[in-house]
C-alpha cells in the first residue's frame, strides 16, 4: 500500500535538491577591466587630417582655450587691483 510519505517523497527529494543547487550558487563576481587607451592614429588617418585641416583647427581650437583662460585671469587680477 503507497503511503502518502512514499509517493511524494520522491518530488519533495528532487525539488529540495534543485532548490539547494540553484540557492547555492552565488552571482559571478564582476572583474573590473583594466582602463583601456585609445588606439594611436594610423598613418593614414594622421595624413588624412593634415590634408584637410583638421590637425590645425583641433591646435587653433586648444590655443583660443588658453587664449581665453588666460584673458579671464589677467581681467580677475586687473579687478582685483583696483
Avoid at 593634415?50 to 583662460?69: H, N, P, S, W, Y
Wanted: aromatic share 2%.
Amino acid at each position: 500500500m503507497n503511503t502518502l510519505h512514499d509517493r511524494f517523497l520522491p518530488g519533495l527529494i528532487a525539488t529540495a535538491s534543485a532548490v539547494l543547487t540553484l540557492c547555492g550558487c552565488s552571482p559571478a563576481q564582476k572583474e573590473e577591466l583594466p582602463e583601456t587607451k585609445p588606439a594611436a592614429p594610423t598613418t593614414s588617418q594622421q595624413a588624412l587630417e593634415g590634408f584637410t585641416g583638421k590637425t590645425a583647427v583641433d591646435a587653433g581650437l586648444r590655443a583660443k582655450k588658453q587664449i581665453e583662460a588666460i584673458d579671464t585671469m589677467r581681467r580677475q587680477q586687473m579687478s582685483d587691483a583696483e
